[in-house]
């Protein structure tokens, strides 16, 4: 079973917890469920699932909470966009590779020092930086120009 078969029977055909093989029942996945319930903007169901999270997350058993979400959603079909994050970074990859040896911190953070460091219409402190590691003028041009040229598209 797939957590689309669980949120269709959930939702739509209501089939009973019971009904479920044992290994089946082990693939009951509440995180994903309560992952993919969230994304309906339509129904506003982010908010009874935010409300609920603390309880469905630890405290109760799947069981328990197939069963609160049996009886709590009504009938009817979700149209439930899954919400994909970027796939590339706006930003060089060599040059994110730079400002994590420097920094010496991970690439969520790097990112973030990136985004104001850019902030900054010259990129000086960027520039020195890049030179500190032996890049020519050349080739710091090249790192810096690429988020320049993305930003323009």
């Not at 109760?60 to 709590?72: A, I, Q, S």
């Not at 590339?88 to 020092?113: A, Q, T, V, W």
């Amino acid at each position: 079973m797939t957590i689309f078969d669980f949120i269709k029977n959930l939702t739509i055909e209501k089939v009973p917890w019971d009904s479920y093989t044992e290994s089946e029942k082990k693939e009951f996945n509440i995180y994903m469920i309560n992952r993919w319930l969230s994304m309906d903007p339509d129904y506003n169901l982010i908010e009874i699932i935010n409300e609920l999270q603390h309880l469905t997350i630890g405290l109760l058993e799947p069981k328990e909470v197939y069963k609160l979400y049996y009886y709590l959603l009504p009938k009817q079909q979700y149209w439930l966009k899954f919400i994909k994050g970027k796939k590339e970074s706006k930003y060089n990859p060599e040059l994110i590779e730079y400002c994590k040896k420097y920094f010496e911190l991970g690439e969520d953070d790097i990112l973030d020092h990136l985004d104001i460091l850019y902030k900054d219409l010259d990129l000086v402190e960027l520039r020195e930086i890049l030179s500190k590691f032996g890049l020519s003028e050349k080739e710091i041009k090249k790192l810096v120009s690429i988020k320049r040229a993305k930003e323009n598209d």
